[in-house]
């Protein structure tokens, strides 16, 4: 267990934790690598196994299958996991589309709490309020 301290709080994480954010954020990195590089499949598909595997490390095997197979989430989780086997099988663009669909499905409850948290980072919450960006963002907002 590593104990982490932030503002005299202390953050406890286990070791299957740490190895899930470990392999999550490789595999956020080889999937930005290999679609850097054209598509490389064989990148795209080590991505999506470190992503996939490192969150089920990260929140548990039990609550990873709960979250993604709830009723209302079907269409979202057959976007994503069929995106990772169509990568899988040999067709990469196809595949990360589908898979950036099937993200968006995913996780659009959460990109409110994210752009909550960005606005109050100092330099970050700035860039909130830019002309542009700012007509995006009450979008984000529950």
Same mark, same amino acid.
């Given at each position: 267990?590593?104990?982490?301290?932030?503002?005299?709080?202390?953050?406890?994480?286990?070791?299957?934790?740490?190895?899930?954010?470990?392999?999550?954020?490789?595999?956020?990195?080889?999937?930005?690598?290999?679609?850097? @590089? $054209?598509?490389?499949?064989?990148?795209? &598909?080590? /991505?999506? #196994?470190?992503? !996939?595997?490192? *969150?089920?490390?990260?929140?548990?095997?039990?609550?990873?299958?709960?979250?993604?197979?709830?009723?209302?989430?079907?269409?979202?989780?057959?976007?994503?996991?069929?995106?990772?086997?169509?990568?899988?099988?040999?067709?990469?663009?196809?595949?990360?589309?589908?898979?950036?669909?099937?993200?968006?499905? @995913? $996780?659009?409850?959460?990109?409110?709490? &994210?752009? /909550?948290? #960005?606005?109050? !980072?100092?330099? *970050?919450?700035?860039?909130?309020?830019?002309?542009?960006?700012?007509?995006?963002?009450?979008?984000?907002?529950?």
């Amino acid at each position: 267990m590593l104990n982490l301290y932030f503002n005299n709080t202390v953050l406890c994480l286990f070791k299957s934790t740490e190895i899930g954010m470990g392999l999550t954020g490789f595999g956020v990195f080889f999937l930005f690598f290999g679609m850097m @590089l $054209f598509f490389d499949k064989a990148l795209l &598909a080590i /991505g999506n #196994i470190l992503f !996939v595997s490192g *969150l089920s490390f990260v929140i548990g095997l039990e609550r990873t299958f709960r979250f993604f197979f709830q009723r209302h989430k079907v269409k979202a989780t057959s976007f994503f996991l069929g995106g990772v086997f169509v990568v899988l099988i040999g067709w990469p663009i196809i595949g990360v589309i589908l898979e950036i669909y099937g993200f968006f499905l @995913l $996780f659009r409850g959460f990109f409110p709490v &994210a752009v /909550g948290f #960005i606005r109050r !980072v100092p330099v *970050l919450g700035s860039l909130l309020s830019l002309p542009g960006i700012s007509v995006l963002d009450p979008k984000l907002r529950p």
